[in-house]
């Protein structure tokens, strides 16, 4: 799940998972978005990437 903050004029948001390969966790953070709305968007889209991207690993590495 993503955190949003506003932070020098501008939105930030900050994704949290679990590195499958080493079972540590890490986090991506992206900022600039002029609106909160399109923070949420981007953010959105990047969990849905990112959970596609360990998913395709996972597949991967059980053939």
Request: charged letters at 40%; aromatic letters at 10%; a positive charge.
């Amino acid at each position: 799940m993503a955190s949003y903050r506003k932070r020098n004029g501008t939105w930030e948001y900050r994704i949290r998972y679990t590195d499958p390969a080493t079972g540590k966790q890490k986090e991506k953070s992206v900022a600039g978005f002029k609106r909160k709305a399109d923070c949420i968007e981007a953010a959105a889209e990047a969990e849905k990437n990112k959970k596609r991207a360990l998913q395709f690993r996972r597949q991967r590495s059980i053939h």
